[in-house]
């Protein structure tokens, strides 16, 4: 991949720094940044690719849903700077940070203390509504949702069973060069093997949706949750992400064989 510019981590925190830094690479790769909410009198964006290139797929990307899991939206933008595919290969809807309060504040939580990532399932939290009203029509090849556990003993991934050919244990593999698979046999309560938590996704599987079910619901057959452990370095952590996006956007364009 051709790098940009090296990107430093030091300021992961710093929401301004993030979106400022969006500007400058979304303008380089064919990105425009929309503002779609507020929230706590921070502005919320997405990026999107300014020219769709017609009969190619589309990607989606996320990160920052919880706000103390800061690799995933260092990652979101670093692998936007960092690779070939854009703009010409692949169309992408990327939400570079969906609660800057809970990244600002080093928290899980959006500033009224909920866990936006329960929160998809009606319209009573704004900033979400509005998520979910800007994805409307709309239909990707893959959806990554980008987050991190502390809990977790290295990268593991939920993916939503359902079209075929899953792509979990390929990703995972991408993924440790970098960091180890996490091989608990229950993550979450869920069982998991070598990494993977393989589930059904039905409306009434949770009561409080997260994003990554109005995204298998609506959006997209494939719906991928990627988790880093939080306790590794970041730069490993941010790497990882990144590896798993590349090899993922790259399965996208091949509308997935291999
Ligand atoms: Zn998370």
């Not at 990105?31 to 190619?56: K, M, N, W």
């Not at 692949?90 to 809970?102: E, H, S």
Request: with cysteine; net charge neutral.
């Amino acid at each position: 991949m051709g790098r940009v510019q090296p990107i430093q981590h030091q300021r992961a925190h710093d929401y301004g720094h993030l979106i400022r830094r969006w500007r400058s690479i979304a303008r380089q790769r064919g990105l425009q940044l929309v503002p779609y909410a507020s929230a706590s009198s921070y502005e919320l964006f997405h990026a999107i690719t300014r020219r769709p290139v017609e009969g190619r797929p589309w990607l989606y990307l996320s990160a920052g849903i919880h706000g103390d899991e800061p690799a995933a939206t260092e990652a979101c933008l670093e692998w936007v700077a960092s690779t070939s595919l854009l703009p010409n290969d692949l169309n992408v809807m990327i939400f570079p940070c969906l609660n800057p309060w809970g990244l600002v504040n080093n928290r899980r939580t959006d500033a009224d203390g909920r866990d936006l990532n329960r929160t998809y399932h009606n319209d009573s939290v704004p900033q979400t509504a509005a998520h979910k009203a800007t994805l409307e029509g709309r239909r990707f090849g893959l959806a990554l949702a980008l987050h991190e556990d502390y809990d977790a003993d290295g990268v593991y991934i939920y993916e939503a069973r359902g079209a075929r050919p899953y792509l979990a244990e390929d990703l995972l593999e991408t993924a440790s060069r970098h960091l180890p698979i996490d091989l608990r046999r229950t993550i979450e309560g869920r069982s998991a093997r070598a990494g993977v938590v393989r589930r059904t996704m039905r409306p009434d599987s949770m009561p409080e949706h997260p994003e990554a079910f109005v995204l298998f619901f609506n959006h997209t057959d494939r719906s991928l949750t990627i988790e880093t452990p939080s306790e590794a370095h970041i730069d490993a952590r941010v790497t990882a992400h990144v590896a798993i996006i590349e090899r993922a956007a790259r399965r996208c364009l091949l509308a997935l064989p291999e």
